[in-house]
């Protein structure tokens, strides 16, 4: 059974940082590429990044590149996004997703969790 479960998520002002967790079941962990998505109001969810299963290269968007930093922590069955140099417009739930396939698209990721929000104010 596929487990995901955000936290981390709160108001920051802008330039602040957050980090965001995405506990896992070792067995998602280990055979899924884990992504984070994100869905402000009112737009489509779109693509932050990913961290391959294999740990591979990881790749972001390119309107969080610089700024956002994702790690595993295979010992406590958790991925991280680290945020850093946060704007209003990254404002939204951030959620973890898993699949098995290497991509971008969210209907892609047959594995999600609750989604955590994350406010940054001007």
């Known amino acids: 059974q596929v487990q995901l479960v955000e936290s981390g998520g709160g108001s920051v002002q802008a330039g602040g940082s957050l980090r965001l967790s995405c506990k896992a079941s070792?067995?998602?962990?280990?055979?899924?590429?884990l992504a984070w998505f994100r869905q402000a109001p009112g737009k489509e969810r779109e693509f932050v990044g990913i961290?391959?299963?294999?740990?591979?290269?990881?790749a972001y968007d390119d309107s969080v590149k610089g700024r956002f930093t994702i790690s595993k922590d295979n010992a406590k069955s958790t991925i991280y996004l680290q945020m850093t140099s946060l704007r209003p417009e990254d404002t939204g739930v951030y959620y973890c997703?898993?699949?098995?396939?290497?991509?971008?698209?969210?209907?892609?990721?047959?594995?999600w969790g609750q989604g955590t929000q994350v406010t940054v104010s001007s």
């Open positions: 997703a898993g699949s098995t396939s290497l991509t971008r698209p969210a209907a892609a990721y047959p594995y």
């Open positions: 961290i391959p299963w294999y740990d591979s290269t990881i």
């Open positions: 070792e067995r998602a962990l280990s055979t899924l590429n």
